[in-house]
């Protein structure tokens, strides 16, 4: 098989919608998909079960179901029984471009990669609107600065023998940014590509990253960052998403997450005299700029 698919699937019915709406239109697929359902609610059990009777038989639907607690600790079970050369992780509630995912994988066989990154959109449920976040731009500091600032798990597809040893921290929040890290880009080879592979969709409801109470596993993180930046070479990488971590906790995090994250914060300024720290705060505040001024 060429790839596998691995989908934790958390909260209400609602929230598998475009996971059943691409399931469906999938005619043909070289590999299987591994659904993980975190239970809460017969609704959701019951209704896997009937797409996995209509669809099952289309290709190879896995589906496994426990109280696993966090999309970490979900993505690892899938992991764990994953056959396929390659493996990819996505979200129940977006839609992937299936035959973009194809044709990236179909243009690199034979080469000796550990993952391949595609370019993506990003849907605001409300209005509808999207917005194309483009990679490849043939220098591979600024792809590196690119995934920095849009660190989705979702974008990649890895290689299934280099994650062997990689696992997910077992967390609802920042987990995959983590995982990019230990899985350490900067020391692999991989392909960047200008096609679209995935549709983010932003502002869906029961999104954990609109849940406050997943803002406790930000601190966990981060304190996971701050060994990883004692530990290991500093990288443009670590730098700027330890920076992003620290300031989404002092805007959006509890009383007790905000005063770590502000300690956090002003330790880092310290560092500006590094030159990495340094290069990832302009990439963080200009970023943002640009996004205010979008916005304007």
Known sequence: MQLSVIVPITGPPSRIN??????????KFNGEVILVHDVSDSDTVKLLAKTQSKIGNSFNLKIIEGKFGSPGAARNAGKRIAESTWV???DCDDIPNVKNVDQLLESSAGDELDFLCGSFDVVD???QKSVTQHINSGNPTTDLKQIALNPGIWRFVFKRTSIESVFFLEISMAEDQDFLMDFNLTKR???YSHLITYSYYRGE?????ST???FSDLEISIKYLKRCRRNRERNIYLETIYL???ITGILRGSVRVKIFCSQMFIKMLFSLGNRTTFDAFSLVFSSSKRKLVSNA
């Not at 475009?18 to 005619?27: C, D, H, P, Q, R």
């Not at 409801?205 to 990253?209: A, E, K, R, V």
């Open 212 to 214: 406050k109470s997943a």
């Open 88 to 90: 990819a992780f996505w």
């Open 244 to 246: 992003r971590q620290i």
């Open 18 to 27: 475009n996971l059943l709406s691409w399931l469906s239109e999938v005619n």
């Open 125 to 127: 449920v409300s209005s």
């Open 189 to 191: 080879s991989g392909r």
């Open 205 to 209: 409801q029961g999104q954990l990253t």
